[in-house]
């Protein structure tokens, strides 16, 4: 079946440290992949996502680059601020039976220190 | 738009009880999905609706839960009868279409069971 693996957490960096939180797949075919992100006492929210191999997503300073040939999502950040502590889920979502049911990690806490 | 809205936001209950919990997914969206948060287990997909249709409940943990969807604006997850172990924050999601488009979460309910 599908499977998502990121790294253990937590991450703990200082302002303005660069950020990579690596993310690998297990699925037949081409999944669309996704970083989520869960602020403390929130739901879930899209950070970015991308459809196809090479695909880059981005949003707020967030980069992920779909890797095909070695499975691979892993999310970047060139300089951290505090207000990016959260917890970051990588998933993918990919048809079914004609249906899309969508596979989560187990996020990676990150914390950012002044 | 409100967003995915769910009630109540704080549920406490005494093992036993009966537990109920309920979700207005984001009008136009006619996919739903119930997740289970806990720090053991993760985020993990109890049930999935597709056009208010039931399509994978596997996730449900046992026979003392259940979930319907009456119509698109409306579903409900209930716990009888509830007990410590079923503390968690349960959130809904919803997302248009049976593609691997962006699910949107709501702001879940924090159960706790004594």
């Known amino acids: 079946g599908n499977s998502v693996t990121q790294m253990e957490g937590p991450v703990t960096l200082s302002e303005e440290a660069f950020l990579t939180i690596n993310c690998t797949y297990t699925a037949t075919g081409y999944p669309s992949l996704f970083w989520y992100v869960q602020y403390p006492g929130e739901g879930l929210q899209l950070l970015l996502k991308a459809t196809k191999a090479d695909d880059k997503g981005s949003n707020k300073g967030f980069e992920a680059t779909y890797r095909k040939e070695t499975t691979s999502f892993h999310l970047e950040k060139g300089s951290v601020q505090v207000s990016d502590s959260a917890v970051y889920f990588c998933?993918?979502?990919?048809?079914?039976?004609?249906?899309?049911?969508?596979?989560f990690g187990r996020g990676t806490s990150l914390i950012v220190h002044p | 738009d409100a967003g995915v809205i769910q009630s109540p936001r704080h549920e406490v209950t005494e093992m036993g009880q009966e537990v109920t919990l309920r979700c207005k997914p984001i009008s136009g969206h006619n996919s739903l999905f119930w997740y289970r948060q806990t720090m053991m287990r993760g985020l993990e997909l109890l049930i999935y609706f597709n056009n208010n249709v039931p399509i994978d409940d596997s996730g449900m943990p046992e026979d003392r839960f259940s979930a319907k969807m009456p119509n698109a604006s409306f579903s409900t997850l209930k716990i009888q009868p509830s007990e410590p172990r079923d503390s968690a924050v349960y959130f809904c999601a919803s997302k248009w279409g049976p593609t691997a488009d962006t699910q949107y979460f709501g702001p879940g309910t924090r159960l706790t069971v004594l």
């Open positions: 998933a993918l979502s990919k048809s079914s039976g004609g249906s899309y049911i969508p596979t």
